[in-house]
């Protein structure tokens, strides 16, 4: 059974970081890509970032490129994602996602909200 844990969300004043993780289970972990999406309250599911197994390449929303980093590690089967220079626009659900070209796993998010 798969299964996509993500944790390290939580509360943060503007220009602060938080970093927040996908661990994941059941799965061959380098066979996919993963990638993280944020959701708010009336509004779709958006890609924030995402990194491709094959060559690392990385893709990020224009909005936080330069301030997200994702990134995994292989050996422990996470997927993490640096969030720094936090905005109040940068506040959702953050969920975890592993694709590959048969299969689409998510995880069930984790809250991030960003005020003063």
């Known amino acids: 059974q798969v299964q996509l844990v993500e944790s390290g969300g939580g509360s943060a004043q503007p220009g602060g970081s938080l970093r927040i993780s996908c661990v994941a289970s059941?799965?061959?972990?380098?066979?996919?890509?993963w990638g993280w999406y944020r959701q708010v309250p009336g509004k779709e599911r958006e890609l924030v970032a995402k990194i491709r197994r094959f060559g690392g390449g990385t893709i990020y929303e224009d909005a936080v490129r330069g301030r997200f980093t994702i990134s995994i590690d292989n050996a422990k089967m996470t997927a993490y994602l640096q969030m720094d220079s936090l905005e109040p626009e940068d506040t959702g659900v953050y969920f975890c996602?592993?694709?590959?070209?048969?299969?689409?796993?998510w995880g069930k998010g984790t809250l991030v909200t960003v005020s003063s």
């Open positions: 996602n592993a694709n590959s070209y048969a299969f689409d796993y």
């Open positions: 059941g799965l061959s972990f380098d066979k996919y890509d």
